[in-house]
């Protein structure tokens, strides 16, 4: 890991883009990420959820120069990948081509991300596919209980909401809607482009300028995040559904990717959920039977995150299920874990994560997104050591500080 940080180089360019090279010259592949800050369902109005998705969907349906056939076309007679997609907290187009084309690529994904002309027959053809997604999602018992936990934790935050939106809000955007989030967000200052391949720091910044460059920065200050106070607090809900498995869901409000309890959260997401050998597959399912599924996950987010376990298990089995799934939670604050646990738990993180970084996608992607969420390149040799720095002790001040029956949420689909 330390080999491959010393080819990784940052740059800033006059109109405030952030360049990040990662040199691989043993490869003719270079994959290219371009992040945009202060874009994602954070920054959205309540009213309006979901416009980031729909301005990820439509955007490429047509530029000022170009249709979305002619645009097809050209990806496809490169063999390139390009797509843009959306998230929580941030906007991203990825692209993926031989070194040869990848000048070409990353010309037509700027004309793209500047240019896009909003055709108004592919905007409600997208809106269309957008509700039927959101019907879908209807029909399925997890994600019925995921979206009924997220409104208990986030109430009216835009967390609170997928990043489709809703029915209502994708309904009522407008081309207006679209070209203004454009307008407001989509800007140089808020661009951070990430490269890995074969491509020097010289190169990129040169095929940078040239493509970017004469981009200004507007004079409008930056968006910052909506003030959304959050707390947390306890709720249940259920929902009756005649089902052939039972959803179970508990959460807790926790803290955000920035905060010094972020990778003790991260650990004890592994430890608890992760794979085949952690603590709630072992105990809920492999002794004792109660969960098709189990798992728990702690999402990376720039705001306020939640903590989450759950399980799919039998109608038959829904309370003693839920009783086992609390309890499991309760045994962190009450019980530290073992040495050989604890050591068991960092081998394990340490290693996925050094794992998720062996291709050139990957590496564009881990050193853009540390630097658009605000945590620099450099933090990926911060996070193994605290990861390495966790202690027993931490562990169970953290589960006694979060996993509190007071900021308990429970969501349950099924008998």
């Not at 140089?188 to 890995?196: E, G, K, R, T, Y």
């Not at 926790?254 to 959260?265: F, G, I, N, S």
Request: hydrophobic share 35%; with cysteine.
């Amino acid at each position: 890991m330390k080999q491959n940080q010393q080819h990784i180089q940052k740059n800033t360019l006059n109109n405030g883009i952030t360049l990040i090279v990662t040199e691989n010259p043993t490869t003719e592949i270079i994959a290219g990420k371009i992040f945009l800050r202060h874009a994602g369902s954070l920054w959205e109005s309540t009213h309006q959820a979901g416009v980031f998705h729909l301005l990820a969907s439509v955007m490429s349906k047509g530029t000022n120069k170009l249709s979305s056939l002619e645009i097809a076309e050209k990806v496809e007679s490169m063999g390139a990948l390009l797509s843009i997609d959306t998230s929580s907290d941030y906007f991203l187009v990825s692209m993926k081509t031989i070194t040869d084309d990848f000048t070409e690529i990353f010309n037509l994904a700027a004309e793209i991300l500047r240019f896009p002309s909003f055709p108004e027959k592919e905007i409600e053809l997208e809106k269309k596919i957008t509700l039927q997604n959101l019907l879908s999602q209807k029909e399925q018992p997890f994600n019925i209980a995921f979206s009924q936990l997220r409104e208990m934790i986030y109430g009216q935050h835009p967390y609170s909401f997928s990043t489709l939106g809703t029915e209502k809000t994708i309904q009522d955007l407008t081309i207006a809607d679209l070209k203004y989030y454009h307008e407001k967000h989509f800007r140089p200052d808020n661009l951070v482009i990430s490269l890995a391949g074969k491509i020097d720091l010289h190169q990129a910044i040169s095929m940078v300028e040239k493509t970017f460059g004469h981009w200004k920065t507007s004079s409008i200050p930056t968006t910052e995040i909506n003030p959304y106070p959050l707390y947390a607090q306890s709720s249940y809900k259920k929902i009756e559904q005649s089902n052939q498995q039972t959803i179970i869901m508990m959460g807790y409000l926790v803290p955000e990717m920035k905060h010094p309890d972020y990778a003790t959260l991260k650990l004890l997401t592994t430890y608890l959920g992760n794979g085949l050998s952690s603590r709630l597959f072992v105990e809920l399912r492999e002794k004792r039977g109660l969960a098709y599924d189990v798992s728990s996950f702690y999402p990376t987010r720039l705001d306020k995150s939640q903590f989450v376990v759950y399980m799919g298990t039998s109608p038959d089995n829904t309370e003693i299920g839920k009783e086992g799934l609390y309890n499991e939670v309760k045994r962190l604050r009450e019980e530290k874990l073992s040495l050989e646990e604890l050591k068991t738990t960092k081998n394990k993180i340490l290693g996925q994560y050094a794992l998720g970084k062996q291709t050139n996608g990957e590496f564009a992607q881990i050193f853009g997104w540390y630097e658009t969420l605000g945590l620099g390149i450099e933090y990926d040799t911060i996070f193994p050591q605290q990861i390495t720095n966790v202690t027993l002790e931490d562990i169970q001040r953290v589960a006694n500080d979060y996993f509190q029956d007071d900021f308990l949420c429970t969501s349950i689909v099924g008998n």
